[in-house]
């Protein structure tokens, strides 16, 4: 049984020393020339004025949060709706399922007034 999984074994070593050598490679080969120049903050080359850490508002967050899943539920009816002709009423009753789970969440986030852009 060991030499039919033997390669498995191997190609497991190969698949772990090959990036760990690229990154040991890299680390040696680097340019090692330290300078306070290097050390500095680089944001649009220019120096900030004044304070740099700006609070958002976290209602921003929830609105891509929210718009992220409904992409991803486009995302995940796509095939459930190509393959329509092809589903048993289980495969049915599963979509149908998925979106009032969604619409619930739409209702809760609305609700929340969670899309209310102020």
Not at 11 to 17: E, F, K, R, V
Not at 30 to 51: A, F, N, S, V
Not at 52 to 66: E, R
């Amino acid at each position: 049984m060991l030499k039919q999984f033997g390669f498995l074994g191997v190609h497991a070593i190969i698949a772990l020393s090959v990036p760990l050598l690229g990154i040991v490679a890299a680390w040696l080969l680097r340019p090692k020339k330290p300078y306070p120049l290097k050390k500095t903050t680089y944001e649009c080359g220019m120096e900030t004025i004044g304070d740099t850490w700006v609070q958002f508002k976290a209602q921003y967050y929830l609105f891509a949060l929210i718009f992220v899943l409904f992409d991803v539920e486009a995302v995940f009816l796509f095939p459930w709706a190509v393959a329509y002709n092809k589903l048993t009423l289980f495969g049915l009753v599963e979509g149908i399922l998925f979106v009032l789970i969604l619409f619930a969440g739409l209702i809760y986030a609305w609700k929340r007034n969670a899309l209310e852009w102020q």
